[in-house]
């Protein structure tokens, strides 16, 4: 990563902007800070950031908000910086379009690595790619075929359409609404039993250890996310 990545800090701590500068500007980052709603909708509007870090505890409106307005004129990537922890407010924020939420307190480290993940999801040139890889498994879109390791696997066409969707955005949590909505349609979103059923089908023909998966993994009351290796 370059200087050239921008991204705005939104939080009206001065103690984190602060620990979140240091952190990202040594990572090589560069950044700017907003302290209010308002501050961070000018800010996504007229400056046009890489990335949003973003708290939910804003003093002018809720955090949530501002994920609502932006998402009307921009497809930034939105990563959630609270101290909320629960599974309501998570949900809610994702549904809206954040890309992943971080809980307060927090490694550097790990905040890196969410912010990577988030940047490669948001890359034009990887938008549309018909042949998928990651952690061994090999998705072939346009001839729907699936291999593990050079094994062909014989999915049927939920799971392949299920996998496609969490390999597609590998790294980001996915709610459950947003997987029964994309896989089922919208007169499904609430059926979670579709979804914990067909999870454990695919789990069963893609994990080493069914009981300990590595590839699929469970965000609890939130969704699923595909595994993804840091470099």
């Known amino acids: 990563m370059t200087a050239d990545i921008r ?4 939080d009206d701590e001065p103690q984190i902007q ?5 952190g990202l500007e040594a990572g090589g980052f560069a950044v700017s800070a907003a302290a209010t709603a308002a501050e961070a909708i000018k800010a996504i509007a007229q400056s046009a950031p890489d990335l949003v870090l973003l ?9 949530k908000d501002v994920i609502r307005q932006a998402r009307a004129f921009s497809q930034v990537p939105i990563i ?10 998570k949900i809610e924020a994702l549904d809206l379009g954040a890309d992943d939420y971080v809980n307060k307190p927090f490694g550097i480290g790990e905040l890196l690595a969410r912010i990577r993940t988030a940047l490669r999801h948001h890359n034009p040139a ?6 998928l890889n990651h952690n061994g498994i090999t998705l072939d879109v346009p001839n729907h075929r699936v291999t593990k390791n050079g094994t062909v696997l014989k999915l049927t066409p939920k799971e392949f359409d299920l996998l496609a969707l969490l390999m597609r955005n590998a790294g980001r949590v996915l709610t459950h609404r947003q997987i029964l909505t994309a896989v089922w349609g919208p007169a499904h979103a609430e059926d979670m039993q579709y ?11 893609l994990e080493d250890d069914h009981a300990n998966p590595r590839l699929i993994q469970t965000e ?3 969704g699923y996310r ?6």
């Open 226 to 231: 595909i595994a993804v290796e840091e470099s």
């Open 80 to 89: 959630i910086v609270s101290a909320r922890d629960r599974e309501s407010e």
């Open 220 to 222: 609890p009351g939130i």
């Open 195 to 205: 979804l914990r059923v067909l999870v454990g089908q695919l789990r069963g023909k």
């Open 18 to 22: 602060r620990f979140l500068k240091l």
């Open 55 to 63: 708290d939910l505890g804003l003093p002018d409106l809720d955090g």
């Open 7 to 10: 991204i705005l800090i939104v």
């Open 126 to 131: 990887g938008k549309s790619l018909p042949v």
